[in-house]
């Protein structure tokens, strides 16, 4: 891929920057504005080049949300930002953009909005273009997806890859060729968007430890009672992982019922029950595995974080924050528990993405990616 360092001259130029503004809201506010941040280098980078710099983001899977809570909350980043309010290819919109100087930087609306976008037309992407001189790509998180900001418009302007987007891919391609004793931690939930990750890291790291909603795939697999838990695995493709001596399942579980939680074996479960976090010798377990691990690799939440229960995940997180090994996490849930115990700075790289990173880990590139080269 080539970088926006490679660039020449920037002066003047309107470059269109793709970004990953899907922020977590409630009520309007930002829980974590993480990928927020991880943008500005590559707009402050733009910014002192002299190019105008037009931001091209979405938030939420339908377009209904809008993007001026986050601009908000750029602003306390980027000070000369602006947000247009109006749809992409409106008079206002085009005279708004037309009327930029150098070093100014414009936030577009939702692009989600836009009907074009995630049917990847090539006729939006192409009027998409017209808005600028040079396409940069800066959102990794959101690089799996074949949508038309972020394949289609590659085929219409000379295209580059942001600072966020190259720093990802260098950091994340460490998993390729890791030092030993590796670690490799799974958790969340969605178990068939998972199963290439798991064949690939039991053949690759020393141990895999499986956490979240999978692991109660893997306990229903054995037989287990899992009772009102979250599935949705094939039992069959799960039983052949069972032969790899280097996959750990949790020992113990918190198994819920109503107000009521008891930390039990993972064969102790009642029908009534709820598995949503694992339990305190699983943490000393990993914390065990952590000790003696060269590199660790984790990405998921072990438990049910959203709905009280990220005990387990936030204790494993101070392990791994005092480790020496490389470490790298992702997965958006995990994330934001990282910025909730301020412990960016101990960990040695937090990825911006959720799916993008999987896609990534399990085949080596992705569709954004591939878009630049």
Known sequence: MKSIKDIENLKGKRVIVRVDFNVPMIDEKIVDDFRIKAAVPTIEFLQKKGAIVILVAHIGEDGQKSLKPVHLRLKKFITNSSFIESSIFSDETKKIINNLKNGDVVLLENIRRELGEKTNSPSFARGLSR????????????????????????????????????????????????????????GGAKFETKIPLIKKYLRDADNVFIGGAIANDFFKAKGYEVGTSLVGGSNLQIKSFFKSKNLILPVDILAVKGSTSRNIKPDEVGSDE??????????????????????????????????????????????????????????????????????????GFVSTGGGATLDFLAKGTLPGIKALK
């Open 274 to 347: 709820s598995i949503l976090d694992i339990g305190k010798d699983s943490v000393s377990l990993l914390e065990n595995l952590i000790d003696k691990a060269q590199f660790i690799l984790w990405n998921g939440p072990l438990g049910k974080y959203e709905a009280g229960f990220g005990s387990a995940t936030e204790k494993v997180l101070k392990i791994i924050s005092k480790s020496k090994a490389s470490t790298i996490v992702g997965g958006g849930d995990t994330v934001s528990l990282i910025t909730k115990l301020k412990l960016g700075d101990k960990i």
């Open 131 to 186: 808005f600028g001189d040079i396409y940069v790509n800066d959102a990794f998180s959101v690089s799996h997806r074949v949508h038309a900001s972020i394949v289609g418009i590659t085929k219409y302007l000379p295209s580059y890859a942001g600072l966020q987007l190259l720093d990802e891919v260098s950091q994340l391609s460490k998993a390729f060729n890791p030092k030993h004793p590796f670690l490799f931690i799974l």
